[in-house]
Each structure stands twice: as structure tokens, then as C-alpha cells.
């Protein structure tokens, strides 16, 4: 593949910016800023300006072949909804189209098919795998389905059968599907525990692939968990070993993600240079370099064609997070902090006489920025930026909190520390930023829902912040922020490094569950929730083996080439 060169730290050229009525930037000259000098210790981004010049290499087939050569396939999937008329085949071509990533091209037929199983007798089935999937796919769409289906794989001790120990299929299905409990759901927490124990028992044993691949990822990040577009590589490339195999569906697969990538690398050339012009004007050089980082994060939580408005606004939101989030924790005064706070809780042009003068120019872009969000969003889209707006004011406020406690050399109790920082994390902004993806039917309805901040985001945000925490526990005591959750846990109960995560660890736990309950309680707003919890899902990549890829962002590299630079 033909490919420009990659260098850490490759230099920003100046792109294309935007429009925008109105002022454009201060005028004094960033010369004339006065503002403390620290090292941020960020390593840079390997992509530098690689996107904005990067040509693939022509594909075998034009773009128009690809396009009509998939609606064919799709047509041909459509014929295998209407003659599937065995439940067990239905659940596992839903599965498999899941797995493959391209389930969102049959909604009707997959809402039509989950309701003919629940007013079916599917769950008379004795095949073990056969009810763990189908309770698992039901309870991932809304619908409830009790535990009690599992009843008929125990005992009369009520432990579970000894039969069901060898069946590693079995126990994988299991293992998954009982990871989408609630609270107060003994037999599904009794259900991990004896998948898990019997799975890794395994591990040593010559399974056949792809289970044996199968089974190691779910140990690692049980399905429901799992990023889902990461998971779509490992099964394109492993599905043709599978047993029930049809080339169809592997065909589709692999036009799809082929025409999405060269959809993300559009996107990701135009994000990038509103990322060079955006850095440029705001002239700062401590503040990290992650649109492309960005943009990944976006694009593994909407990666399907028509979502082009929630990706570009989850990824310069992710950006603006962390520029603001670098200028607290490491580079302005607490004098500062209160004064670009006070200029962000006004939202005007005005307010930029309050400021030092290096902080004038950012503060600039930042309405800029919100404004051209707000020209960008199409005249048949009811997004309301206002809502993005407000969450962004509250997560600054946020910032400032932290600030204080960091000034005041203050140890704040763990669940205040907790309940501040899973906000600023970024969960009630994002979780407003991917409303721009809903239907315009629920909109005005979604955007009140997540504006409120409801469990399931606190929940979503305090999954993102424990594994932020503890992937950047040593990181973090070299730096000059607040205190971390790992930090706060230590200092409040006089535990070691290791009782602390384990405990936090734990929370993580009841976090998902909260998650998971929210699926069931309205079946209306479950397209706003749904990427909610793509976010939280998505955590599993960037905090994944205790690591911030993110932060650390050269460890990413290999999976943003697998996403974006290597068609399969």
C-alpha cells in the first residue's frame, strides 16, 4: 500500500478552516503571552499531518462496482431472513452479522426476527449454546429475558451441571450472555464464575480455531464489553473457519468495511485540517496532538455510512477536552483556571478581555469552533448545540473544582473525587455529542434524557474514569493535577496500590450493571442509549491491559492502520 511517510512529532501544516461570521481571532500578538512555562511530558502523535496527504492505493474494483455489488449481497441476506424458519438458525446469523459489523443494514428484519422469538418456545431448546445466545442477543436489543432459562443446566443443588463443563461453545455463549446482568442476578454471577473457571481449564487444551482465539478474547474482555469494531477485524478474519460458514455474508462483510474506510479517511483528512487550523490559531504547543486519536474514538462507537455529523462532533469534542483539560492540569495558573472558567460560564466575545493572553486565542476558537457546529448541522437535523454547549460549560466547571483541590493541596473523599471526575471525564459531553447519531423522532426526547445526566451516564463515565485511572496511576503521580481515584482510594482507607484497583475494579463491575438495566427501562430511547454504551465499550480499547493508548498514543498506531490504512 502506498503510503506517505510516518514521523512522531511531524509538524502541522496550515488547512482549510472554516467560515464563521463574526471575529476570528484576538489580535494581540501571541508574542505578548505571559504564562507559566511547564513541561507537559506528552509524546507526540505518529500521524502528524499524514491523512491530510495520504492517497490508498486504487482498489481492484471502483467505489460504484463495490456500492452496487453490496446492495446485491444484502438483497441476498434479506432472502436468508425470510427462509430461516429454525429459530436456532435466525440467532446465529443475528450473531453473525453482529460479529461481521453490518448488522445495521437489516434493523426491520433483525426487530422482526426478536420478536418472533420471544413469542416463540425458543427457550425449550437443551442446547446450551443455543439459549446463552438467544438470551444474550434478546437482552442486548431491550428485551428482558430472565435467568431462570438457564435453570434446566442445574442441579437440584441449584449449582450448575457438570454435563455443561466440556462444552466449550457452551460456556462461551454463557460466559458472554451473563454479562449483560443486573443487580440481584445470583445465578448469573454463579454463571461467570463457572464459565470462567471451566474456559481457562481450557486454555491449554488444542481447541480448534477460531474458538480457541474466541475464548482467550472473551477471557480478556467478555463480548458485551468488547469495542465492537474491533472485534468486526478479528472475525472477518477468522469467520471462514467457522462452522455454518457462508460466503455471502464474509463478501458483504468486507465490502462494507472497505467502502466505511474510505468514508473514515475522508473524514479523517477534514478533521485533521481543522485540527491544523485550529492549533494553529490557538498557538499553544503544550497541548496534545490526538485528532487522529480522536476521530478513532468516535469512529468505534459510529463507525456505519450517514453518521459523518456525530463522528466529527464526538472528535472535536475529544479534542477540545483535552486541550482544555492539558491547559488546567499542566500549564495554567489556578489565577488562570478561574479566569477562563469565568469566560467559559459567559460565552462571549467580551469575555476575552479577562484573560491572559495566551489563553485569549483558545477561548476564540472555542466559540468558533461551537459555532461551526452548529452551521454544520444539516436543516433536517433537530441537534440542538445549546444542550453541547451547556454540558461543555458544567465539565469546565469541573476542571476548576479539580484545580482548586490540586491548588489547596487537598485530598477530596474517594466517592466526591468519584463523583466529580466521572463528569469530567467527559461522559454528560460526549454522551451529548453522539445524540447528533438519533432519529430527528427522538431527538428533542434524547437530548432532555442525556442533558440530565441520568445513571447510565454517571455510569458510563465512571467506567471510562476508573480504567483511565488505573492505566495512568504511575503517570499520574508525576504530574501536577488532582489526585486520582486510585490515589484517593489509598490515601481515605491507608490500603496498598493493589487493594485499591482491586476494589476499584469491583465498582467497574457494578458500573455495567447499571448499564446493562438501562437497556430494559425505555425501549423508546434505547437508539439514544445504545451509544452511550458504545462508549463505555470503547474504553476496552484505550485503557485495554492497564495501558492509556491515548495518552500514549504510539501504541495505537497499529490499530488505527488496521482500521484505516489496510483494506481487506
Known amino acids: 500500500m502506498a503510503r506517505a511517510s510516518i514521523k512522531p512529532g511531524q509538524g502541522f501544516a496550515g488547512g482549510a478552516r472554516s467560515a464563521v461570521r463574526g471575529r476570528r481571532s484576538v489580535a494581540s500578538p501571541l508574542a505578548a503571552a505571559a504564562a507559566p512555562e511547564k513541561q507537559s511530558g506528552f509524546e507526540p502523535s505518529p500521524w502528524g499531518d499524514f491523512f491530510t496527504g495520504y492517497e490508498p492505493e486504487p482498489l481492484q474494483r471502483s467505489e460504484e462496482w463495490m456500492l452496487v455489488r453490496a446492495n446485491e449481497l444484502k438483497e441476498d441476506v434479506c432472502m436468508m431472513f425470510k427462509s430461516c424458519n429454525n429459530m436456532a438458525t435466525q440467532i446465529c446469523l443475528l450473531d453473525t452479522l453482529q460479529h461481521l459489523g453490518i448488522d445495521y443494514h437489516f434493523k426491520e428484519q433483525i426487530d422482526t426476527m426478536l420478536s418472533q422469538i420471544l413469542e416463540s418456545e425458543f427457550f425449550s431448546s437443551s442446547s446450551l449454546s443455543e439459549v446463552a445466545l438467544g438470551f444474550r442477543l434478546l437482552r442486548e436489543h431491550g428485551h428482558w429475558v430472565s435467568p431462570d432459562v438457564f435453570n434446566k443446566f442445574k442441579t437440584r443443588d441449584g449449582s450448575f451441571s457438570k454435563d455443561i463443563s466440556h462444552d466449550t461453545k457452551g460456556l462461551l455463549s454463557l460466559y458472554n450472555a451473563a454479562h449483560l446482568h443486573v443487580h440481584s442476578e445470583p445465578t448469573l454471577e454463579e454463571a461467570i464464575t463457572f464459565a470462567r473457571h471451566h474456559l481457562r481449564s481450557m486454555r491449554g487444551i488444542d481447541l480448534k480455531t477460531p474458538l480457541a482465539n474466541q475464548v482467550k478474547r472473551a477471557l480478556h474482555i467478555p463480548l458485551p464489553r468488547a469495542c465492537k469494531r474491533i472485534e468486526t477485524l478479528h472475525y472477518i478474519s477468522e469467520y471462514k473457519e467457522e462452522e455454518g460458514y457462508n460466503p455471502v455474508l464474509l463478501k458483504l462483510a468486507k465490502l462494507d468495511f472497505n467502502l466505511l474506510q474510505h468514508v473514515h479517511l475522508q473524514e479523517l483528512k477534514a478533521i485533521t485540517e481543522w485540527w491544523n487550523s485550529f492549533s494553529r490559531n490557538i498557538g499553544l504547543s503544550y497541548i496534545r496532538c490526538r485528532v487522529v486519536e480522536s476521530y478513532t474514538w468516535a469512529s468505534v462507537v459510529y463507525y456505519q455510512r450517514g453518521f459523518k455529523l456525530p463522528r466529527r462532533i464526538i472528535a472535536m469534542m475529544i479534542v477540545l477536552i483535552t486541550t482544555v483539560d492539558d491547559t ?238 489496510k483494506p481487506i
Not at 445513571?455 to 501536577?480: H, L, T
Open 328 to 565: 488546567y492540569d499542566i500549564h495554567a495558573t489556578i489565577d488562570d483556571c478561574r479566569k477562563l472558567h469565568e469566560a467559559i460560564q459567559r460565552w462571549d466575545e467580551s469575555a476575552v478581555d479577562i484573560l491572559p493572553e495566551y489563553l485569549k486565542r483558545l477561548y476564540m476558537e472555542l466559540l468558533i469552533t461551537f459555532k461551526n457546529i452548529e452551521d454544520e448541522v444539516p436543516a433536517n437535523v433537530d441537534y440542538n448545540v445549546s444542550y453541547l454547549r451547556k454540558a461543555f460549560q458544567n465539565h469546565v466547571s469541573g476542571y476548576l473544582q479539580e484545580a482548586e483541590w490540586s491548588h489547596n493541596n487537598h485530598w477530596p473523599k474517594f466517592e466526591d473525587q468519584v463523583n466529580l471526575t466521572s463528569l469530567t471525564v467527559g461522559g454528560p459531553t460526549l454522551s451529548l455529542s453522539v445524540m447528533a447519531g438519533v432519529d430527528r423522532k427522538i431527538m428533542k426526547q434524547s437530548l432532555d434524557w442525556a442533558a440530565g445526566i441520568p445513571d447510565v451516564v454517571r455510569a458510563g463515565g465512571k467506567i471510562v474514569r476508573f480504567m483511565n485511572d488505573i492505566a495512568a496511576f504511575k503517570r499520574r503521580k508525576c504530574k501536577g493535577d488532582a489526585a486520582s481515584s486510585v490515589e484517593c482510594y489509598i490515601h481515605e482507607h491507608g490500603v496498598t496500590d493493589k487493594v485499591a484497583i482491586a476494589r476499584i475494579d469491583e465498582l467497574i463491575e457494578e458500573e455495567w450493571k447499571i448499564l446493562n438495566k438501562a437497556r430494559f427501562e425505555n425501549h423508546e430511547l434505547l437508539p439514544a442509549l445504545q451509544p452511550i454504551i458504545d462508549l463505555a465499550r470503547s474504553s476496552s480499547l484505550f485503557y485495554d491491559n492497564r495501558n492509556d493508548v491515548y495518552t500514549l498514543s504510539t501504541h495505537l498506531q497499529e490499530t488505527v492502520e488496521s482500521l484505516f490504512l
